[in-house]
């Protein structure tokens, strides 16, 4: 194949969806088999890769973040102006502080991308394509337009593609249509001029098979289709999180109140006919202290933090932002197979109508197999099989190898279905043509005549004893040479096939330790109700009702949800049935979480708030999920849940020690800016406190966290925010004014005296008082903080306190301070902590102690963002994997 395309837009998908499938082939220059790696790769290298974003850390955008704050500027700016107006050693000192900031800022905030960088790529979305005249695995990125691929159940369309050939191919294309109906598609052209959701015969990049399969054309890659230029006009970065939202309100509350702080300070200083440029300066630096500039970066270390944290205990994120995600959970959907039992799905034995033992339903069973181990399907090598779980367990029964399967030729099928809940094959076997019928008793049993009595109460028992049942039905078949669902009636039950998968020891702890978190759990499985409820009855899940699949269809979205909170287990779920469950809990308000393996289990990992899958899923489990655990065990998805609220409450530390001393200090400056016949402080020594201070406090991610705040979700309120400010703010005041009258009425201080001694005291106070305020219990005796954020606070207060006395002292405006100076600071110090640990008591309880608010977002918007994640690339050529088994 020569390198016939010569640019990747000589053929739209609008216009692919109007031409036949060898014109369509013709002007990409390719076949039906594809490409060559040869000719794939000198494809990539013109037309870059199939990705609508990159993903790395890049020094530039992490630079311009830390320095785009417009009251950093102006600061800069009146330094400069300063530092040419004769202040020169003043302004450099701004400048130096301004710069140690900014440094501190950039190097954990690069820190944590590249955090993010390496969480990306451990990470591998995959498309089945062929190359070489076989099919293969390859990364998404690394698909080019020419390429044959693969469009399977579950699967997301990989690119912008032109059906070539299609069994039932439905596509969810609600990410760019809103349509919530899914679209029939196939080969025929349609007619010019069709809409987008008209094009029949493409599917489009981000959409979702939801049923059937197809071979399609790659037509159009990256920012070329559909999504991409949608998700391109979304810009870069996600969807604001519920957590990143409240960060923004707050830092928008903060920048009002040093909006009026500031306004007042520079008038106050004009009026008082002080010096132009020292009023702007110190305006400024009022302003810069205030805000909680690393914020930013202490969010980023937290979750940089929690993502290594999770690493450890099994748990892979997709984006530092899911961390959040997890920890908000509060109700978990989970499929019982694997996670509420051990996964192991074992063959027990067939039993027949009368509940006897019969090894002909096994071999039955085993010709109605879908497995290309199947030796009953010509072509098929036997002694192996598929992704069927059922199938595969019936393979590897004792005497399954000794039954004579291949007796029986199969001639057609009608593959298992999530509607029907049943699989045909129409196979010559020793009595002639038979069709046999394998699937879900309820629905198969309706479709036998003749059913004896016994077989119901033989069911019963199995479903009780927690068994899973496949009823197996046949009929002579001698005029059929296809087969469909409509041939399956009048049937004769053969019997049924018993399958054991047992309740997983450790699930009781495991649930009992999730519902001690306020995660609610329930069950959505395409399993038995009867069987559901055993397992959840011996593991001591909480009381509450069944709903089966046909009665979740007799209910309307309003009573369904009514009726949520009442619900325990959601049985003979379909996948559109399981999505539907997300969808109403997300109506009712609440976060969703899923979690799920199967190709069946994708399209409610993409509905879901947070999708779950494990690393032994199918390759369409884990594309669609958010979060990966790397060992199917529920105690390693609760790990994940306290290390997401662990994340949360540190960074509200630093938020509530924000509000408490930064904001206390700044009034305090505010009001002495007033009566002083100097600045209280000088601009550089305000820079330096905010740069000490916040530099401690870097440290915060790793502290302890109480157990109560583990217990349940937390979520920002912005007024309880603002309250607590208001609260605790002025307490930091009235030491601050102590200060004051200490320093001009016990040691008659000048300036530099003055500033020296209110320097350290407002910076000792406002450290230390972290001890305080990370918890609600008593500090030091029912709380104890981590030994980093101790040790580099009590450094914080020691290098300040020491400054005025150091070779430094001169140049920042410090003087030492008298000895009795440090007596009464600790009397300070022990008073200011003692009376916020008071006001502590006073102040929770009228709050009921929460920082809860419901979480919002744009969900389609949302989902759109998560799916743009599948096509990122980090800017290297992708690898690809060995050929997958055929199928």
Known sequence: MGTGIVDASVLTVSDAATLPTEVVLARLATTSVGLSSAEAAARWARVG?????????????????????????????????????????????????????????FANEYRAERAAEDLHSQLRHRAVVCRDGRWTSCEVTALVPGDVVRLELGSVVPGDVRILSSVALECDEAVLTGESQPVAKGPAPVPAGATLGELASCALMGTLVRTGSAAAVVVATG????????????????EETQFQVGLRRFSGLLARVAGVLTGSIFVINLVLARPLIDALLFSLAIAVGITPQLLPAVVTTSLATGSRQLARRKVLVKRLVCIEDLGDIEVLLTDKTGTLTEGRIGFHHALDPTGARSDQILLLGLACTEVPGNPAVPGNPAGTAGGNPLDAALWQAPGAASLPVSRYVQVAAAPFDHDRRRASVLADGPDGRVLIVKGAPEGLLARCRDVPGSAAALLDAEFRAGSRVVAVASKPAPDLDTVTAEDEHDLVLAGFLIFLDRPRPSAAQALARLAALGVTVRILTGDNAIVAEHVCDALGLADGDTVTGDQLDHLDDDTLTARLSTIRVFARMNPDQKTRVIRLHQRAGTGAAYLGDGVNDAMALHQ??????????TDTAKDAADIVLLEKDLHVLADGVVEGRRTFANTIKYVLMATSSNFGNMFSAAAASAFLPFLPMLPSQILLNNLLYDAGQLTIPSDRVDEEQLSRPSHWDIGFVRRFMMFFGPVSSIFDFLTFAIMLQVFHAGPILFRSGWFVESLATQTLVIFVIRTRRVPFLRSRPGRLLTAATLLVVVVGALLPASPLAGGLGFHALPIGFFAALLAMIASYLALVEAGKHEFYPHLAGTLIEPPHRHRHRHRLHRRAARFSHSGRLPTRSPAPPPR
């Not at 920012?223 to 996600?238: C, S, V």
């Open 223 to 238: 920012a070329r289709t559909q999504f991409g230029r949608i998700a391109l006009g979304l810009g870069e970065r996600h």
């Open 608 to 617: 879901a708030d947070v999708g779950i899958s494990v690393d032994s899923a």
């Open 49 to 105: 890769p199939n990705a609508v974003r990159t993903h790395h850390a890049r020094v530039l955008a992490v630079l311009v973040r830390q320095v785009r704050s417009p009251l950093l500027v102006l600061l800069l700016v009146a330094a400069a102006v300063s530092f040419f107006v004769g202040e020169r050693a003043n302004a450099l000192i701004i400048g130096v502080i301004v710069m140690f900031g900014v440094g501190l800022g």
